[in-house]
């Protein structure tokens, strides 16, 4: 099948991570690969970007399939289980507004910027070398440090179960993919009920 120019965005993710290697800053571009999957379920109530648009999913295809690091050994069953999926999109945003609050206590001047990244959510890794003091206004940094963290946290996360099961395990149960599922599902119950309402009245 002819390649579209969406199915290197694998390569995206290769780069963004490289990228916050060498500037953090940088980091601020996975906000793309935020708010984008939420525009288009919330827009047009598809999953578009899941299907073709993300470069973290195409990565786990491309090193788990095409490049053979995966068992591709089957997933136990509760990791697609709607409770978990629920649970651990709960357990993420918490550590999103986390995140969001540790930016709020240094732009308040109630905490200094710390040149760290924080790894599974636990392990603080020194990452002083991405950034030279006094670049951006201080919030503008901390942000940086903590969502890459929670990007390179997830893609982690995303390739250990990858290598132990399938290659897109992660996706089973990936917050971003489960945020934009249950937006679908509940513009799909909407617009079923505009049409029952309006069957009704004609
Ligand atoms: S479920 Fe998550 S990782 Fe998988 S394609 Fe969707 S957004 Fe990407």
Request: aromatic fraction near 20%.
């Amino acid at each position: 099948m002819k390649k579209r120019w969406y199915d290197y965005l694998w390569i995206w993710s290769i780069v963004y991570f490289s990228l916050g290697f060498f500037n953090i800053l940088f980091a601020w571009l996975g906000m793309i690969d935020f708010l984008l999957p939420l525009g288009i379920s919330i827009f047009l109530g598809n999953k578009k970007f899941c299907n073709s648009f993300c470069g973290r999913g195409q990565l786990f295809s491309k090193l788990g399939t095409d490049c053979k690091c995966s068992l591709n050994v089957s997933a136990p069953k509760w990791l697609s289980k709607r409770w978990f999926r629920l649970s651990f999109l709960a357990f993420f945003l918490t550590m999103f507004g986390n995140m969001i609050f540790q930016t709020y206590l240094v732009a308040s001047g109630a905490q200094s910027l710390r040149e760290a990244i924080k790894l599974f959510w636990t392990f603080k890794v020194p990452f002083g070398w991405t950034y030279a003091q006094g670049t951006v206004i201080d919030w503008v940094a901390q942000f940086s440090f903590g969502f890459y963290s929670l990007m390179l946290t997830s893609t982690l996360i995303g390739l250990i179960v990858m290598i132990f099961y399938k290659p897109r395990t992660w996706c089973t149960f990936c917050p971003m993919g489960t945020m934009t599922q249950e937006i679908c599902k509940l513009k799909s119950a909407s617009s079923k009920e505009v049409e029952n309402t309006m069957s009704n009245e004609f």
